[in-house]
């Protein structure tokens, strides 16, 4: 990763292998730990019933350990909150990606 400034792309595309973006600055690492620390909050902000039965104490364990024991999320505003949270996140990949040009 280079140690340049806030001008430069926060996230690169992938030239060796696969599809997607990598992050080229501190810039891009802060937000791939932030859009996953979201996640796992919404996750976990989900209805206990959703997890298996044998599975149930230990999340109710995670949840009270994130602050989250009051709070709990349906299925389906669970998966519309994923499903915003990743295309915010594709947003940003795709802005942060771009090489700003100075005007001529």
């Known amino acids: ?6 001008d430069g792309p926060w996230f690169r595309r992938r030239r ?3 599809i ?8 891009g690492v802060v937000a791939i730990l932030v859009f996953v620390a979201t996640l796992l909050v919404t996750v ?5 019933n959703l997890t298996r039965p044998s599975k149930v104490a230990s999340f109710l364990k995670a ?6 024991s009051g709070i709990h999320l349906a299925a389906p505003t669970m998966a519309g909150l994923i499903v915003a949270e990743a295309a915010v996140f594709m ?3 795709w802005w942060k990606s ?3 040009k100075p005007l001529d």
């Open 63 to 68: 949840k009270a350990m994130m602050g989250l």
């Open 20 to 27: 997607g973006y990598n992050a080229a600055s501190w810039q």
């Open 98 to 100: 771009r090489t700003l």
């Open 16 to 18: 060796s292998f696969g």
């Open 91 to 93: 947003f940003v990949v």
């Open 44 to 48: 976990f902000s989900g209805d206990p």
């Open 1 to 6: 990763m280079s140690e340049q400034g806030g």
